[in-house]
């Protein structure tokens, strides 16, 4: 499990987190890439570096965590999936991960192939271009230049709403809440007290959606099956 350079966003403390990990420190270099994620909490390949510290230390709840997070934002990547694929065999429960319909998980990796700020842009520049070849069609003097604008228009129009699809989809997928549970055994119980009933048991690495909160408790749910409180301390949020 080797580190991956960060691309475009190179930082002075990022050579330290190297240096660290490949000498072994890996409590060090997790200190350095926290403090990277601070800034860049969004960045996947930071996330992924963590994730790998997390890994060697034996903490495999934390590993799918950085794993899965980096894996939301680039699906695509070989290194990334067989990462979290090793961690996630690694995991005493057998839960497969949350996976949407295969329509918005396609639109959602084509989404991750450009920043959703790049697919923001084309869709409005589109957007913009529809509505004036519109207006020419609309106030066109000459009948070649109405017919070219309404032709037009339709093709730019088109195309806004397939730049706009791809980056709506993976923006609400990379907000859909997810937990990890990042202690050994995890109880998940009727109500959010301690003297609730338990339901069953979750043990590190299992990941679950997130459906609601209290002041110390999460609602998590697998499936229409299991679902159930547990306290805030045994998960992270993705």
Known sequence: MGSIATPLHAHPLEDSAVVYYDSGRFEEAAAFYDRLLAEEPQNPWLLYNRGNC?????????????????????????????????????????????????????????????????WWILALGTGAIAMTLMGIYAFGFQEVWRRWGFYGSLVAAGLSVLFFLPAFVHGQQLKQPLTVVVVPECEVSSEPSTTAPKLFVLHEGAVAHLRDSTASYFLIMIDSRRQGWVKRENVEIL
């Open 54 to 118: 997390a890994y060697k230390l034996g903490r495999i709840g934390e590993a799918i965590r950085y794993f899965l997070a980096a894996y939301r934002i680039r699906p695509l990547n070989e290194d990334i999936r067989h990462n979290l694929e090793m961690a996630l065999a690694r995991a005493p429960d057998e839960i497969p991960l949350p996976e949407p319909f295969f329509v918005f998980r396609w639109l959602g990796i084509i989404g991750s192939l450009l920043p959703i700020r790049t």
